[in-house]
C-alpha cells in the first residue's frame, strides 16, 4: 500500500482526558476523529469507553478474525498524568481466545505506550476494517499515518521495536505482534518495548488478522490536571504506604551474587508501567543465552518463573537454572505466545497426556521438557503453526478437542471460558488459595467473559498474600492476625465473616460484588490490579490501610483513595457513591452486551462451577482437610450476588430498574431483543465435559 497521512483536529481539551478517540479503517485507509467528552463522565475511559462505542455501533456481534472487529487500544482517565500506575492501559475486542464464543472482552497492558498517546492527544484508538497487505500505524500528536510494513512482516515482536525505533526515533513508542499473532494463534499477545504485553485475550491475532504488525505514538503534549499539588500529594503518601508491601530487595541482591559470574551487566526490580512505586518485574541486562548464541535484555514477571520448572513434582517436574529460563521467557515474547496459558494450561495438559501414556512425541520430537532444545522447538511450532503445533496455536481447551487428544483431562487446568486457571485454587498449581475464599474467585470467574484477573486479585490474592497465610509470617513486623482481617472485613464489607478462613460460604457474594467493580475502578482509572483497592497495611496498628498525615487531618481510608485521584485528576467532585454508580454503568454495559450478543445468563455463567466441584489444591491450615464446592450450599451465595448487583435471580440479567437507575434505561429492550436474535442464530450448547481430577491421589497432595 502507499503511504497515507492525515492531520486530524483537536476538541476542546478537558481535565485528565484529552476529549479526543483517533479511528481508523484499514479496509479504506479512512483516519478520522470524534469527541469523547459526552461519554467520558459516564464511562471514565479505558474499557468502559470501549464498552459504549461497542454498544452503539455493534447491534450484532462479529467474529474475531472478521474485520469488521474493532481492535481498541484504550487508556484510562488519569493515564499520562502522575497518579500511581496510570501507564495502563486495556486492549478490548471480541477476543480469539474466549469459548465458547468469541465474547467481546479484554486485556490489560503496562509500560508506557498509553501515557504516549495521551500526550499525543488521544483517549484510545479504535481499529477496524483490515488491509491486504502489511501495514503499520504512526501517530505523531496530529498527524497520523499508515504506512508500509511489508519489511517488518516475518520479524518477531522485539525485533520489530528496534526496526522501528531505527526508523521513527528512540523516542518513540510501539505496540507490536511477532509471528504468533501473523500466523494468527488464539494465544497470541500484543507486546509493548519493555515485556510488557497484552497477555490473555488473544488480541495479537486479531491485529495479525487485520495486517496491523505495529502501532507506534509519539506525543509531545501534557495531559492537564485540574489539581496538579493535590495529585502530588496523594501519589507520595500512596507510595509512602504501598512501597514495602512487596517481597523483591532480599531476593535480586542473592540473585546478583548468583549471577555475578555468568556476565550479566545489570539486574533490578524495574516497574511494570508508568508511575509505579512497586516495581516488580526482574529486569536483566546482557545476560548470555545457552540455547541462541546471543546476550538477551529484557523483563520476567508473574508466570514466566514457571519456565524454570519446579524439580520434583507432576507438573513442572524439569529444572533450568536462571539464564535458561530467562531465554525460555524472552523467546515466547519475540514469538508473541501467552506465558499465562503455554505455562498454566498447555503444559500441563501435555504433561497429563504424556503420564497417561497417550502422548509421547511433538512433531517426532520425544517429550523432554529438560531440555531447551525441546523447549524452543514447541514454541516455534506453536507460533508458526507447524505440524502440532497448528492445534496449539489454537490455545490448549481448543487443542485438545481439536486433536481428539486428552480431552477428559484438559478440562482439570482450564477453569472457564478457554482460559487456564488463575486464582481459582483448583486448576492452577501456580496460584496458592484456600477453601472458602476461593467461593469469590468461583462467583468472579462465572460473572466474567474471560479470566477475571483484574477482580480476583484484589479480594483471593491479597487475601492470601496480605493476609495470615500469606508470605509474612506470624509475629514478624507487618504481619496480620484473624482477627485483625476480621475486623478489616467488617470495616470494608460490613460483615466480619467475609474475611475469615472458617466462615464457609457466608459473606462471600459481598466481596465477590465488591471487588467486581473495583475491577472496573481499576482498569477505567487506572491503577495497578494486584495493589489496589488499598486495604491493607504492613504499617498501621490495625492493618488497615489509610492515606495521609493524621496530624494534619486528611486521613483517607484505603478504599477510598480511588476517587481522590479521580476527583484530583479530572476536577470532578464525585463522593465514593458516584464514583460506584460509574464504574456499575460500565460493568452493567459489559453485561448487556454479553446478553445482546451471545444470551449469556445464569445456566451459561454456571458452566464454570465443575471447575471447582472437585477436592481444592491446597488445604487451609485452620480447616485441616480439602474442600470442593458444593452447589446446594453455592446457589444462595449465587442469588444473593445478583441481587446485590440489581440484576434477575434466574437469568442473571440487568433488571429494567437497575439500568434506568445507571442512566442505561435505553439499553434494556434492545438488550433483549439482541438476547432473542441470539437465542435464535446459536446453536444450544453442548454439556461440559466433566472435570477428571487426575492429581486427586498424587504423593504431594495427600
Known amino acids: 500500500m502507499k503511504t497515507k497521512t492525515v492531520t486530524l483536529e483537536r476538541f476542546a481539551p478537558l481535565y485528565g482526558w484529552r476529549n479526543r478517540l483517533l479511528r481508523v479503517d484499514l479496509s479504506d485507509g479512512r483516519i478520522w476523529a470524534q469527541e469523547t467528552a459526552q461519554d467520558a463522565y459516564q464511562f471514565i475511559g479505558a474499557r468502559g469507553l470501549a464498552a459504549k462505542v461497542l454498544w452503539d455501533e455493534y447491534p450484532d456481534p462479529v467474529e474475531a478474525f472478521d474485520a469488521r472487529n474493532p481492535l481498541m487500544v484504550m487508556p484510562g482517565a488519569l493515564t499520562g498524568a502522575p497518579s500511581p500506575y496510570s501507564g495502563r492501559t486495556n486492549v478490548c475486542a471480541f477476543s480469539p481466545q474466549c469459548w465458547p464464543y468469541t465474547w467481546f472482552s479484554r486485556a490489560s497492558i503496562g509500560a508506557d505506550w498509553g501515557h504516549e498517546l495521551k500526550k499525543a492527544g488521544y483517549d484510545g484508538v479504535v481499529i477496524t476494517g483490515a488491509s491486504e497487505t502489511p501495514v503499520r500505524l504512526l501517530i505523531r500528536d496530529d498527524e497520523v499515518s499508515l504506512l508500509p510494513a511489508d519489511a517488518l512482516w516475518g520479524m518477531d515482536a522485539l525485533l520489530a521495536q528496534k526496526e522501528i525505533q531505527a526508523l521513527d526515533g528512540a523516542q518513540v513508542k510501539t505496540l507490536t505482534i511477532g509471528p504468533a499473532g501473523e500466523n494468527l494463534s488464539r494465544i497470541a499477545t500484543i507486546h509493548t518495548g519493555s515485556s510488557s504485553v497484552a497477555g490473555q485475550g488473544g488480541f495479537g491475532a486479531v491485529m495479525g488478522s487485520k495486517k496491523l504488525k505495529a502501532i507506534t505514538v509519539s506525543g509531545t503534549g501534557k495531559v492537564s490536571v485540574a489539581h496538579p499539588e493535590r495529585l502530588k500529594t496523594l501519589y507520595r503518601d500512596i507510595a509512602t504506604e504501598v512501597q514495602g508491601s512487596r517481597p523483591g530487595k532480599r531476593f535480586i541482591q542473592r540473585m546478583t551474587e548468583r549471577l555475578q559470574n555468568e556476565g550479566v551487566e545489570k539486574i533490578r526490580l524495574a516497574p511494570c508501567t508508568m508511575y509505579c512505586p512497586t516495581p516488580c518485574r526482574v529486569e536483566v541486562t546482557g545476560i548470555q543465552g545457552c540455547h541462541f548464541d546471543q546476550k538477551w535484555s529484557g523483563a520476567m514477571a508473574c508466570v514466566s518463573g514457571v519456565f524454570a520448572g519446579t524439580g520434583p513434582g507432576r507438573l513442572y517436574d524439569w529444572y533450568f537454572d536462571f539464564r535458561q529460563a530467562f531465554e525460555l521467557n524472552m523467546h ?278 465443575p471447575s471447582f466441584e472437585y477436592d481444592e489444591n491446597w488445604v487451609n491450615p485452620e480447616l485441616g482437610t480439602r474442600m470442593a464446592l458444593e452447589r446446594e450450599k453455592f446457589d444462595p451465595v449465587m442469588d444473593e450476588y445478583l441481587r446485590l448487583r440489581g440484576w434477575d435471580v434466574t437469568t442473571g440479567w440487568p433488571t429494567q430498574a437497575t439500568l434506568e437507575r445507571l442512566d442505561l434505561g435505553d439499553v434494556y429492550d434492545e438488550m433483549l431483543a439482541g438476547a432473542s436474535r441470539a437465542q435464535a442464530r446459536l446453536p444450544q450448547l453442548p454439556p461440559e465435559p466433566p472435570v477428571r481430577d487426575v492429581h486427586k491421589n498424587d504423593p504431594d497432595r495427600k
Not at 470494608?492 to 465488591?514: F, H
Not at 453485561?591 to 454456571?606: Q, T
Open 332 to 609: 515466547a515474547n519475540r514469538l508473541g505466545i501467552n506465558h499465562w496459558d503455554m505455562l498454566v494450561g498447555v503444559v500441563p495438559w501435555l504433561r497429563s497426556c504424556q503420564y497417561e501414556g497417550v502422548l509421547s512425541e511433538i512433531n517426532g520430537m520425544p517429550l523432554d521438557w529438560n531440555s531447551l532444545d525441546f523447549w524452543v522447538a514447541l514454541l516455534d511450532a506453536m507460533a508458526h503453526r507447524e505440524g502440532m503445533g497448528d492445534a496449539l496455536a489454537e490455545g490448549g481447551y481448543r487443542a485438545a478437542f481439536q486433536l481428539g487428544l486428552g480431552e477428559d483431562l484438559v478440562r482439570r487446568y482450564y477453569t472457564g471460558w478457554g482460559y487456564s486457571g488463575h486464582w481459582d485454587g483448583h486448576a492452577a498449581f501456580v496460584n496458592r488459595i484456600v477453601y472458602p475464599f476461593w467461593i469469590v474467585g468461583a462467583l468472579h470467574w462465572a460473572m466474567d467473559t474471560r479470566d477475571p484477573a483484574s477482580s480476583t486479585h484484589g479480594y483471593v490474592q491479597n487475601v492470601m498474600m496480605r493476609g495470615p497465610f500469606g508470605w509474612r509470617k506470624p509475629g514478624e513486623e507487618g504481619a496480620i492476625t484473624w482477627d485483625q482481617m476480621r475486623a478489616i472485613g467488617e470495616r470494608v464489607y460490613g460483615r466480619a465473616d467475609t474475611l475469615d478462613p472458617l466462615s464457609g460460604y457466608e459473606g462471600k457474594a459481598i466481596p465477590a460484588a465488591y471487588h467486581g467493580l473495583r475491577s472496573v475502578m481499576k482498569d477505567c482509572l487506572p491503577t495497578d490490579d494486584q495493589v489496589f483497592p488499598l486495604i491493607y497495611s504492613h504499617t498501621s496498628p490495625d492493618r488497615f490501610c489509610r492515606i495521609g498525615d493524621p496530624a494534619k487531618g486528611e486521613v483517607i481510608d484505603g478504599p477510598d483513595v480511588d476517587v481522590h485521584l479521580f476527583n484530583a485528576g479530572t476536577g470532578t467532585e464525585w463522593d465514593m457513591a458516584e464514583f460506584t454508580r460509574a464504574a456499575e454503568r460500565v460493568l452493567n454495559l459489559e453485561r448487556a452486551i454479553s446478553i445482546r450478543h451471545f444470551a449469556k445468563d445464569r445456566a451459561m455463567d454456571e458452566r464454570v462451577l
